[in-house]
């Protein structure tokens, strides 16, 4: 079961609306002793361009 986390580092490949894209699909996540996410990776997530192709709902 996931756990709500947030996140506001949009500069990460698996930010996706202030949430953990790896978290909602309940992957490991690695938090350091400071409270930084390890598993920082510099990119953009790919579901934002799931997202812009669209659902098709809006073509009924």
């Known amino acids: 079961m996931a756990i709500n ?24 996540i690695v938090i350091g002793e400071d409270g ?4 920082f990776e510099k990119g953009v997530c790919d579901w934002y361009g799931e997202s812009e192709k669209g659902s098709g709902a809006d073509e009924i």
């Open 5 to 28: 986390l947030i996140c506001f580092n949009s500069e990460c490949k698996h930010y996706w609306e202030d949430c953990c894209k790896k978290n909602l699909q309940e992957t490991q």
């Open 36 to 39: 930084m996410c390890k598993s």
